[in-house]
């Protein structure tokens, strides 16, 4: 019998992922169907409970229900305990619902296996103090940098972030207008700046000589934060499109013990 799989947002018509794991079962041979379901804002945990019933054996979850997936969750792997968001749902044979968050080992094997950037022992900067950027802290510590700096316009809520990396004195915060002369080797943008069609300014010395500056948002051409970053002196530039198949396939992986080829894949997307 051909096993269910689905994503669940509020909007979802937006979503790549049905085309992805369509394409992951195609390459690997995986007897499996995956929908897109729109979630109802006052009815999420329903709506995945009746997934279960109807045979279901597992659910991607995006805004805005990552938090309420992680409260439904039984049992929770570590990164997703560390993030407290939930993307990935595991239904398991004894009724329990495992919860996992894949975001930050998605982005991090982007940057390291397909732009082939190692984060060992390099600078790192991450943007932003919100979800996205708690989802990506501990795959990003886990990768060894000689330094995690998270910056936000308001200190407080990088303070907050820097809470959950007891004991790591690697981590610190900033704002951003305190950025100039951090010579970063790595430059994450983890705000929604790109999705309102803003760049982000750093000041002068922020990115280091051959600098990455790789923004979470994804899009048909050169984010606003891409471009601006090339403006001021970082070498190299990706959109977030690696971090989204790579976070998939690590879903997939969960599921179903076998990892895709997410080379295979994000070409294919490109050609799009």
Known sequence: MTDRYAVIGNPIAQSKSPVLHAAFARQTGEDLTY???LGPLDGFVERVRQFMREGGKGMNVT???????????DRLTERARHAQAVNTLKFEADGGI???????????????????????????????????????????LDEK????????????????????????????????????????????????????GEGLSLPAGAYGKDALA?????????????????????????????????QAAESFFLWRGVRPDSEVVMAMLRAR
């Not at 805004?63 to 969750?73: D, G, I, R, T």
């Open 35 to 37: 929908e897109a379901i």
């Open 63 to 73: 805004v805005p229900f990552k938090v309420q997936a992680f409260e439904l969750a």
């Open 98 to 140: 495992l919860g996992d968050n894949t975001d930050g080992i998605g982005m991090v094997r982007d940057i390291r296996d397909r732009l082939g950037v190692a984060l060992a022992g390099k600078r790192v900067l991450l943007l932003g103090a919100g979800g996205a950027a708690r989802g990506v802290l501990l795959p990003l």
């Open 145 to 196: 940098p000689a330094a995690l700096v998270i910056a936000n316009r308001t200190v407080d809520k990088a303070e907050q972030l820097k809470v959950l990396c007891a004991g790591r004195d690697e981590v610190s915060v900033a704002r951003f207008d305190e950025l100039g002369g951090g010579n970063f080797d790595v430059v994450i943008n983890a705000t929604s700046a790109s999705l309102g």
């Open 214 to 246: 790789y923004d979470m948002v994804y899009g048909d051409a050169a984010t606003p934060f891409m471009r601006r970053a090339l403006e001021q002196g970082a070498a190299r530039v990706s959109d977030g499109l690696g971090m989204l198949v790579g």
